[in-house]
């Protein structure tokens, strides 16, 4: 019995002593409800300490985004202000090239040290195409991997949906538990059960360019910052 709860004590002390970081990427070109809700549910489940929101300048594989980088960091800000947890990193205002998330995840674990561990979340239409990303192999020692789902892209990650290097170098990482993540610094992919909001920034751009209400599909706020700064009316 003793035994028993010295064990559980030692086991809440050494999990305790990990800090779980969230990295969410995205161009935010705009941000919208189907980020804030995926990062909310994320940072809960997995009991993050804080979800870092960190706008890529240029993608490297999809078109320049439409908003300069300074609209969406600003974006973001003024989106996530109220939540302590969700913190705008704007890391890439420094680079002037091309975004690499290797890189970007390198410097995090570097800053932040060894006691944390990086979940990076990875929509479920961009982990398919995680084998042409750069140094990828490498992504699976610097962080594990949150997968989150997309309304109408399969979560389906089976031997005939994913490319074999993908699937080969995937097949011992897979955990159902977020409980699990604290077991490991790094390497393990995690597919989240989280909310389906069918919103894309794509949409909300052409509503926009058409003169059509994009209101609840994101944060009044932003929405104001977008109106005050005439962004996407002429652009998709
Ligand atoms: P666009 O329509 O311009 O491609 P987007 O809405 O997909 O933009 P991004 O900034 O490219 O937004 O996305 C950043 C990350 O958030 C990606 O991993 C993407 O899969 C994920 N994501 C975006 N929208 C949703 C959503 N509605 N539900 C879950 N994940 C989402």
Not at 165 to 179: G, H, I, Y
Not at 213 to 229: E, G, K, N, W
């Amino acid at each position: 019995m003793l035994s028993c709860l010295l064990f559980k004590l030692f086991g809440l002390m050494s999990n305790s002593a990990f800090r779980l970081t969230g990295v969410f990427g995205g161009t935010f070109d705009p941000i919208h409800y189907g980020h804030l809700r995926v990062a909310e549910e994320i940072a809960e489940m997995i009991g993050l300490q804080e979800m870092r929101f960190i706008p890529a300048r240029r993608p490297r594989l999809r078109e320049a985004p439409v908003a300069p980088y300074c609209h969406r960091e600003a974006m973001v800000h003024i989106a996530i202000e109220c939540n302590p947890a969700f913190i705008l990193d704007g890391r890439e205002t420094r680079s002037s090239g091309v975004s690499y998330s290797v890189e970007t995840l390198r410097e995090l674990k570097r800053e932040l040290g060894a006691d944390a561990i990086l979940c990076f979340i990875v929509g479920a239409d961009a982990f398919t195409r995680f084998a042409q990303w750069h140094d990828w192999l490498e992504i699976f020692d610097l962080c594990h991997l949150i997968i989150v789902r997309r309304p109408g892209v399969e979560l389906n990650m089976n031997r005939d949906n994913l490319p074999p290097e993908l699937w080969e170098a995937c097949a011992q990482r897979w955990v159902a538990n977020p409980d699990d993540l604290r077991k490991a610094r790094s390497g393990l992919i995690f597919p989240a059960p989280t909310i389906l909001l069918d919103i894309s920034a794509t949409a909300i751009r052409v509503r926009l360019a058409a003169g059509k209400s994009v209101r609840y599909l994101l944060p009044d706020a932003t929405l104001d910052y977008i109106s005050a700064h005439h962004l996407y009316v002429d652009k998709v």
